[in-house]
Each structure stands twice: as C-alpha cells, then as structure tokens.
C-alpha cells in the first residue's frame, strides 16, 4: 500500500492510493456519488492485491482530500468525472485498467468503455442502474449541518443503514468508523454532501450501455433497496455477454460477509 498522495489532473487536484504491484493488472475502484476512497475499505484493496491485481482507489471531486467547488455549484459534468479517471491512470503510467464502477459510477465506468474502450480492459459494474427502472424507496435522514462533524457522522451511519436495507449483513461499527475517517479528511463536508448531485450528468458520446463491447460484469445485493436487483438483471440483459453475479443477503453495498464472493468474481473476471 503506498501513501495517499495527491495528483494534478485535468486541472484539479485528486487523491489517490495503490495497493500491489504495477506490473499487475489494474483494477480502477471508482465510488459512488459522495463517497471519498475510504468507503473501499483498506482491507477489501488488499485482498483485491494480493490476489495479483494493481488496485487503485481515489477521491473523486468533491469528496476526501480532492478538488472542491462551490456548494451546490459544481460547475463540472458526470463526463469530466470520467476525464478525470483517464487522466490518474495517465499520471499513474497504466495504459489500460479494469474499471469498477459503483452505484452512480457505474455511470463512469459507462464513459470509460464507450468512449475510451483503448484505456478499458473490462468494465464491472457494482450496484448500479440502467437508469429507466423505478428506485425502492428509502428513509433516509435529512441533511445535517454540515459544520455539526458529530450529526454528519450520525447521518452517514443512518443513511448506509437505510441503503442496507433488510441485508443483515450491516455493520454499525464499522460504518462509523470510516464515517469518522471520512469526515476527519475531507476539505468540505458541505461540498460532499450535495454537490454530486448538482452536477451535469451528461451522456458518454458513443451510446448506451446496449453499446459496450468490452468485457462487462453486473454486480448486485440481493436486497438492494436503492437500485432492486431487477436492475442489475437489466444491466446484464441489456449488455452483449454480460455476466451476472447477485451477493446474497447484501443491500445498496459490499459488505464484509461477501468480500470472499466478490473478490473471487472480481478477480476471476479480470484475468
């Protein structure tokens, strides 16, 4: 594992952090909206490691030690998120990645195998919708003030509680001990709550998800309660030779219980 280190990328600063050797293939973990590089859980990097793969997890703008914008006006689009992702394996030196995008990123991970296909080696897609399906819906707190670290820390855990939906798999413990890391390292809190949300979010120039040709995973909880696993059922019909892999018991995340199951899938799939 190498430091948290801080690159300059298409005019923005992002943070990042490897695991593994280079010479490996990589895996591009990209988050969901709001969620810095910690919600890939160091453990789950590792094990991705050591099973022979150059794992690579960042903030993206707006969350953790990356680029802030003004609140509530981001000025950037969903396609300069995936800019950025082209622009850390440019300063990283990887030619080309498996690319793992997760919940809204599976949007960034569309971009990346649409209109940069030479730079992805595969694209998996976790928790992730297609867009045109109607969500569950949630009992999500509202949010906090964001200068209150303690209710920010209180929401976080209330709102992945609510993601989990019926999984028995949540783990209140764990959620606040990443919440705490979180907040501790992130330049706006204010910024990360909302600004994902406000952003363009414009489409790849090259189609739809119908139009991937590269080799593509769907990875989705049983009990998703954001995206139901109909979505991920989608995904995988809509996409030539997708392949489909449902983590039992798991909601709108990855929780510790599945690790085994989606670290063998992820690494069989990336061979």
Known sequence: MTPETSY?????????????????PALLLIHGACASLVWWE??????LAAAGRFVIRYDQRDTGRSSSFPVGRPGYAMSDLATDAVGLLDVLGVESAHVVGRSMSGGIALFLGLDHPERTRSVTLVTTTPGDLPMGELDVPPDPDPTDGAAVVEYLVAALRAYAGASPHFDEAAVRELAVTDIARTRDIAATLGNHYAMDFDGPRNGGFADLRVPTLVVHGELDPV?????????????????LVVLPGAGHDVPRPVWDQFVGALVEFTR
């Open 42 to 47: 160091t453990e789950l990097c590792e094990r």
């Open 8 to 24: 300059d990328v298409n005019g923005v600063t992002l943070c990042a952090q490897t695991f593994g050797s280079p010479t490996d």
């Open 227 to 243: 995206f139901p696993v109909s979505h991920g059922e989608a995904l995988r019909d809509a996409i030539p030779d997708a392949e």
